[in-house]
């Protein structure tokens, strides 16, 4: 069965200071890679994706990932942490042929001034 | 915009008490889900539909039922709520195309006492 792990359930960096938050799959075939984005009483919402067409992806709001396959992870990165950036992110994995996303669990994003 | 609603955004229940919980999308989606979400734990997949009344258990099926009769609804029921039901329930919906990203409603933050 699929698996993701995000390290770190917490993140902490200063406003201006580099974001990057590690998600690791396990899969030897290539699946479908995503990153949301959860604000406070909100639901997930869509970062960005992977579709093979780059192996750099950029998102919303200045994010951006690099697929590496040979790491099997897909790490999220923003070069300059603004304080809006605070939220929860969550790496999802689909295997190739399912519709069915399985879940990191979710890496809360702090952001001090 | 893809719109995911769910009827409730609180919902406090008693225990033994039947439960539903309403999700409604508006972009003629094939695919809906109902995923559990808990501190520390992710999201975790309940349920899965792939068409009008097709549903596939997910992760964590026990102590719940779904109903789609209807393309655009999906319920999700609680058959006799416990205590150990309490959780933010989260409704998504996704097109066709194994890389389509899920749309996320804003969440029902069930309570059972």
């Known amino acids: 069965a699929q698996s993701v792990t995000q390290l770190g359930s917490h993140v902490s960096v200063s406003e201006g200071a580099l974001v990057l938050l590690r998600c690791n799959y396990s899969s030897s075939v290539p699946p479908y890679l995503f990153w949301y984005v959860q604000y406070p009483n909100q639901g997930l919402q869509l970062l960005l994706k992977y579709t093979s067409a780059a192996t750099l992806v950029k998102g919303i709001n200045g994010f951006e990932a690099e697929f590496k396959k040979s790491e099997t992870s897909f790490h999220l990165t923003k070069p300059s942490a603004h304080m809006s950036d605070a939220a929860e992110y969550f790496c999802a994995v689909s295997p190739p042929g399912s519709y069915i996303p399985t879940f990191g669990r979710g890496t809360s994003l702090i952001v001090h001034p | 915009d893809v719109k995911v609603t769910q009827s409730s955004r609180y919902l406090v229940k008693r225990t033994g008490e039947k439960v539903f919980l309403e999700c409604v999308q508006d972009?003629?989606?094939?695919?809906m889900f109902w995923y559990r979400q808990d501190p520390g734990l992710g999201l975790r997949l309940i349920y899965f539909?792939?068409?009008?009344?097709?549903?596939e258990k997910g992760d964590i099926p026990e102590g719940y039922s779904v109903s789609r009769e209807k393309k655009e609804r999906f319920s999700l029921i609680l058959e006799s709520a416990s205590t150990n039901q309490t959780s933010m329930y989260l409704c998504?919906?996704?097109?066709?195309?194994?890389?389509?990203?899920?749309?996320f409603g804003n969440g029902t933050r069930l309570t059972v006492t």
């Open positions: 998504a919906s996704s097109g066709t195309g194994y890389n389509s990203p899920l749309h």
């Open positions: 539909s792939y068409d009008v009344k097709m549903k």
């Open positions: 972009m003629d989606h094939e695919n």
